[in-house]
Structures are given as C-alpha cells and as structure tokens.
C-alpha cells in the first residue's frame, strides 16, 4: 500500500514551523508518497456580525498555494493544497464564500472552540471549559457544533472526532454511553448521509489519551453507522515529525474493519487499499 500524511502543519499555520519543502524532504526519507497540508484556517467574526477576519488572510492563503506549487517542481512526493477548517456557527457565512475562491484538494473540518473557549488547548482552557459546564454537558455542547458542520457539507473529512478526551481522557467512555451515544451516532449518520468522511489522527498517541483520535470503539461505531470515506494523519506541525505513527493509525483501521482509506484530488476521493 501507499503510505500518505493528510493532516499536517507548515509555518503557514500559527503554531507550526517548517517550509513546505521541509516536509516533503522528510516525506521523501520516509517513503511517503502523498502529503496533503491541512494549513488552519480560523475565522474570527467581529462582535457586531458585520465582519470577519482570517488567520492566515486571503494574501496568505494565496502566498501559500504558491510556495506549494513551487515546492512540487522540487520533489517527487505529491504534495495537495488542504486546510483545516475551524468551524464555527457564527461564522458559517464568510466560511462559504471563502472556500470556493480557492483550489482547495481537501477541506478537514475541526472544531477548536465552544463559544469563547478553546477546548484543544491550552490544557488550562479545556479544563476551564469542563469546570464550567461539567463533563457531559460540556461534550454536548461540543458534538452540537460538530453536528451542525457536518451539516453544512462544507467539509470533507471530520478532524479528531473525539478531540473531547484530550485534556480529560476518561471523556472517551463517556461518548459511547448513553445519550452521548445517541448524539454520536446520530452525528456519524449524518456523516454517512453527506459523505463526509472520519479522520484517524495519530496525534492522540503522544497526547494524555495515549490512543488515536478516534478511539477504536468510536470507529467501529462509524463503520457500523456507514462511515466509508476515512482519511489519515499525523497532525505534524514540523518536520521531524512528518508521518509520526501513521502505521498506528493504519493498524487501527484494519481492526475497525476498513479496507480503504482515502486521497483527495479538487474536493474529490479516491480509495486505496489498505
């Protein structure tokens, strides 16, 4: 099989370093054939709701498909033009009138905050967030947005699907019992119905949860549920760790039951066998 990154960080992303040519040198040492950069893209609606601003602007997102266009005549690794959209309500407008001005390859949909708290960090952040409405409430208002992005068929893949066990692990369980289940598997449905696919990202395995997002059981619910599309990353956000436990991440779809993972190409899947 092929082995592909589709969910890592250049210094186009705030919090990441690296030139794209970086990252695709590694690739090459690993053997990777595809990476497809899932830069972030946050939109911050000003409090009146007339306006928005980006992070990376338009001028940088268009500086970025420029170095990427440029780093492929350097190497022989394909390298596609993703985002990782930071979904949020309020700014779902400016999110659709944005997305088809650019060539985007790939669209993974995260969600990063609830309001004004950034639940994936800092660890401080998450915990005040779970201080404040509590563990179950605290996921339910979570999975609300999750549901509504979904909805949205804006995006392409889910990211970390349950990013909620971060900072509080035992959040894992708690999303496969009960009413949470029901709110996950109407989420998951709802996802088979639009054909947006699930994310493994391995990044969970050097967090507190010490296991991919998502868990094995959730992703086993997926396929249950009809989940086919299912895309595959390290969350890298540098070079040395380009494709950081991606035979995890691969080890862990066979056991849920998949046979194909999936390549995007102008917003369109291909399967690979696994």
Same mark, same amino acid.
């Given at each position: ?58 001028? /940088? ?78 996921? /339910? ?96 956000? /540098? ?36």
């Amino acid at each position: 099989m092929i082995l592909v990154d589709y969910h890592l960080h250049s210094h186009v992303s705030h919090d990441a370093r690296g030139k794209i040519d970086d990252h695709a040198r590694r690739a090459e040492e690993l053997g990777l054939a595809e990476l497809c950069f899932t830069e972030h893209l946050d939109f911050y609606p000003s409090p009146d709701g007339q306006s928005c601003d980006t992070v990376p602007t338009e001028q /940088q997102l268009r500086a970025y498909l420029e170095e990427l266009r440029d780093a492929r005549q350097h190497t022989h690794v394909s390298l596609k033009f993703g985002i990782e959209l930071d979904y949020k309500p309020e700014a779902d407008r400016w999110i659709r009138d944005l997305l088809p001005r650019f060539p985007f390859d790939f669209v993974l949909g995260s969600v990063h905050n609830v309001g004004p708290w950034s639940v994936s960090g800092p660890r401080e952040s998450a915990l005040g967030f779970f201080k404040e409405y509590g563990a179950r409430r605290g996921c /339910q208002e979570y999975y609300r947005i999750v549901e509504k992005m979904v909805s949205t068929h804006l995006v392409d893949s889910v990211g970390h699907l349950d990013l909620m066990k971060r900072f509080r692990p035992e959040n894992g369980a708690l999303l496969l019992k009960g009413e949470m289940r029901d709110q996950m598997v109407a989420i998951l449905e709802r996802m088979a119905a639009t054909g947006t696919g699930v994310e493994i990202n391995a990044s969970g395995l050097v967090h507190d949860p010490h296991e991919p997002y998502p868990s094995l059981d959730l992703l086993e619910l997926a396929r249950e549920r009809g989940v086919e599309i299912l895309t595959i990353g390290s969350d890298s956000h /540098q070079p040395a760790t380009v494709g950081r436990h991606l035979s995890d991440a691969i080890a862990l779809a066979q056991t849920a039951g998949f046979t194909h993972f999936h390549t995007f190409a102008a917003r369109r899947p291909t399967a690979m066998a696994l």
